[in-house]
């Protein structure tokens, strides 16, 4: 793969006509001030800084625009947290034919998740995976470059790691390429955001993260005490996971987090399942 022209290559879109695009807009402002949804206490969200409501919509619209989410589409939110795109994915999703699977390590998102989404969205659920993680499971008993996902094979349009690949070394991000190749049906897309530490990234005094070199091969570190609190990757090692694990890469499109101006702050890969999409 040449990494480079992927980065750098005219980016397709997905294709949203002008009335479309217009919906999709009216639909993220109506859910952004509809003060009705559930939201947890401040103090309880672990999923990172910022408006927990407002980022969740914010991804709604990347999904939806950059990964080509549809209305029906059976849905897999791996590292669901605290239920930050469950939310808006609620008024999203058709209610009748689309259905959302959420999993994560933290037991505490897992069940407000549950009790304050699953408890009023029938075709939203919520499982939590008790696989070991050094922040947010330690004492999980599952490695987490051997996981594998309580779901039959092809039964998912769309599957999103949000923030996942972002606190996980490569060899655990490997393993989910492959569960989500295992998962997706044919043509089915995966929508993972990342730290891709581009050549002169690491030097730019505004970026934030300000990555150093990692132990790991290839890796880089927001942080070297707590090194998957932020972890960023050399151009090609999270793609190359993908398309090892079967997946074709469609688009990377780089965040803002290095201080370039962009539409997202972590940077965006979309893989998609080789055959036809239903």
Known sequence: MNVQRAITAPQPTTGLSPVEEMRLACLMQTIEQNRFLPAPAVENVFVGDGDYRAIGVEFLGHLVRTGGLRRHDRVLDIGCGIGRLAVPLT????????????????????????????????????????????????NGSLRGDEVVLPFSDDSFDFAAMISVATHLPANEIAAYAREAMRLLAPGGRLFVTAFLVTPG?????????????????????????APLAAIGFDPGIVENALEEAGLRIERVDLGHWRAVPSTHYQDIIVAVKPGARA
């Open 91 to 138: 008024q999203y999703l058709d209610s009748a034919t689309a259905r959302y699977e959420g999993v994560d390590p933290v037991g505490e998102g897992i069940a407000w998740c549950a009790r304050n989404i699953g408890s009023v969205y029938p075709n939203f659920r919520f499982c939590q995976l008790d696989v070991a993680h050094a922040l947010y499971n330690p």
């Open 201 to 225: 990234d690491a030097g730019r005094a505004e970026a934030r993260p300000r990555f150093v070199r990692g132990a790991e091969a290839g890796s880089w570190y927001g942080d070297v005490s």
